[in-house]
């Protein structure tokens, strides 16, 4: 792929917020210690509440990342698909 082509697909606007994506994970790591006090009737002390709450967060931000790679990899499909299209049209009116 040409460079022109890597820096159109990085001006390709993001379809994802990352400052909700951030509150998202939160969220969820907040939940999933909360569900899991109420599933065990368990209260974890304040440090494994931390500890827990911060892993979580660094697996799902982890997770993210992979999920933006892809992203990328995605738009390249979707560019050279839309490049072998067009020269098909063009190819079928010759």
Known sequence: MAIDDQEKLRSVKSAVDLAIVGDNISDIAAFTIEKYEFKNDATLS?????????????????????????????????FMLAESTLEEVISKGK
Request: proline residues 0%; charged residues 50%.
């Open 46 to 78: 304040s440090e494994v509440r931390e500890e827990g709450d911060a892993k979580i967060k660094d697996v799902l931000w982890k997770r993210v990342e992979e999920l933006k790679k892809r992203r990328m990899q995605i738009l390249a499909e979707m």
